[in-house]
């Protein structure tokens, strides 16, 4: 079973930055497909990015294209999300997901395990 923490997430202001971390302990998830997801009060949970196990398959949704910058360090079994240029739409809860198999998606559902979620606030 993994167990995986986000943290980073804070009150911003527009065109702020913030770097959301995910740690992930009780399993090693060298091999996994990692994803970040978010999602707004009354709103389905929303693709932000995900990343191949070995960084070489990335993808953002459009939305964060060109701001967003998804990494992972599997030394320390930790993932990662730069966000640049923060907008007031990007505010939710980010959720980081961990794949086990079937390589990278972009549904929710295809991911095995989740962490609790980071709130992001972006002001205008």
């Known amino acids: 079973q993994a167990h995986l923490v986000e943290s980073g997430g804070g009150l911003v202001q527009a065109g702020d930055s913030l770097r959301l971390s995910c740690a992930a302990s009780?399993?090693?998830?060298?091999?996994?497909?990692m994803g970040w997801f978010r999602q707004v009060p009354g709103k389905e949970r929303e693709f932000v990015a995900h990343i191949s196990w070995i960084g070489g398959n990335i993808r953002y949704a459009d939305s964060v294209m060109g701001r967003f910058t998804i990494s992972r360090d599997n030394y320390k079994n930790t993932m990662y999300l730069q966000m640049n240029s923060l907008k007031p739409e990007d505010t939710a809860i980010y959720f980081c997901?961990?794949?086990?198999?079937?390589?990278?998606?972009?549904?929710?559902?295809?991911?095995?395990?989740w962490g609790q979620g980071t709130q992001v606030t972006v002001s205008s």
């Open positions: 009780g399993r090693t998830l060298t091999t996994y497909t």
């Open positions: 997901a961990a794949r086990a198999l079937g390589g990278s998606s972009p549904f929710s559902s295809d991911y095995d395990y």
